[in-house]
């Protein structure tokens, strides 16, 4: 069973930063790719910047210009670093993996970071 383990979270000011890690272990197949969500109080998860084993990126429009996701395809670990941070970025954020084991693919789930912005 793959597990990531997410970490980095906190509070901050707006304006402020912070860098979001990911570990992931028990691979037993390979990454395809690997992103963060978050899901605010009251709404519903949505995409934040995903990376593929490709190394090319995708960002929702929010996180463009402010996030930047990067990946260690060695060590299985994905960040995210996030500049100029808004209250409206508080959310749990949640790292997922797209793994491919022969011809099937799964999805994971970490267990997510809280990340606060005080205005």
């Known amino acids: 069973q793959v597990q990531l383990v997410e970490s980095g979270g906190g509070l901050v000011q707006a304006g402020g930063s912070l860098r979001l890690s990911c570990a992931a272990s028990r691979i037993t197949g390979s990454i395809n790719a690997i992103g963060w969500y978050r899901q605010a109080p009251g709404k519903q998860r949505e995409l934040v910047a995903v990376?593929?084993?490709?190394?090319?990126?995708n960002y929702a429009e929010f996180a463009k210009g402010r996030f930047t996701i990067s990946r260690d395809i060695g060590e299985n670990t994905v960040s995210l670093q996030m500049n100029s941070l808004k209250p409206e970025d508080t959310a749990v954020y949640y790292c997922?993996?797209?793994?491919?084991?022969?011809?099937?693919?799964?999805?994971?789930w970490g267990q997510g970071t809280q990340v606060t912005v005080s205005s």
């Open positions: 997922k993996a797209i793994v491919k084991i022969s011809t099937f693919q799964f999805q994971y």
């Open positions: 990376i593929s084993d490709g190394e090319s990126s």
